[in-house]
């Protein structure tokens, strides 16, 4: 477990690296560079790379966090890729469960499996659930986020690629949007960003706008309309 540069999550915690491009999000995967880096340093936990790997050694790590923590759930990877057993996901389930003054916030492009195994696992009230919606071609799987028992539920909006200013936000508890960064990075239009802050604002939902991203996002910042926009849902 390490702390993290996200702004919305307090620590990262990766049980499962890895995995394999499912959407046009995933172009540029920053965890897919940060992996072949780690993997080039001799990092024991990223000596394959970006090839989807469990790690049922971490799954004690957050017995050493006592006080309350937002912790961002396999930001290396995701945790309902199909190379991730279902035993496995159940045990992490267990450790989240069994932690409830930490809120765990997982974060998945497949929520196909997840209403497939959605009956099995145990959504505890301290377990934020959120799909990625980058583009027209990722608006479907809201349906499936919908049909998902956890208690709360988001949209990451990042990197966001088109307009989204027709999607249905009901039953969405937060919404996350930011511009893709790094080498290739596309680019991120005001006039989507503000779509979606004013769709917040009239369905009152907490907005946060992480970045616009970039080459060289730390100069291009976050601020919108001169103002900063890091709203988080009332648990």
Not at 163 to 187: A, F, H, Q, T, Y
Request: charged content about 30%.
């Amino acid at each position: 477990m390490s702390k993290t540069k996200i702004e919305w999550t307090d620590i990262s915690w990766n049980p499962v690296t890895g995995c394999t491009k499912v959407s046009n999000g995933c172009q540029n995967c920053y965890a897919e560079r940060m992996a072949n880096r780690l993997k080039s340093m001799k990092t024991d936990k990223y000596k394959n790379g970006f090839k989807v790997t469990m790690h049922p050694k971490v799954l004690n790590e957050i017995d050493k966090y006592k006080s309350n923590k937002k912790i961002f759930v396999c930001s290396m990877s995701d945790l309902f890729h199909k190379e991730v057993t279902d035993e496995f996901i159940f045990d992490i389930f267990n450790v989240m469960n069994n932690h409830p003054q930490h809120t765990f916030q997982i974060l998945t492009k497949r929520p196909e499996r997840v209403l497939k195994l959605n009956k099995s696992l145990n959504w505890t009230s301290n377990i934020w659930f959120g799909i990625t919606v980058e583009d027209q071609t990722a608006v479907y799987k809201i349906d499936y986020l919908k049909n998902i028992d956890a208690k709360l539920k988001f949209l990451s909006c990042e990197p966001l690629l088109s307009s989204l200013k027709d999607i249905d936000l009901n039953d969405v508890d937060w919404v996350i949007v930011g511009g893709e960064s790094g080498p290739k990075c596309r680019e991120c239009k005001e006039e989507w960003v503000l779509e979606l802050k004013d769709k917040c604002n009239k369905n009152d939902i907490p907005f946060f706008f992480k970045q616009w991203g970039g080459t060289n996002k730390k100069k291009n910042g976050s601020s919108l309309l001169g103002k900063y926009y890091k709203e988080f849902p009332k648990m």
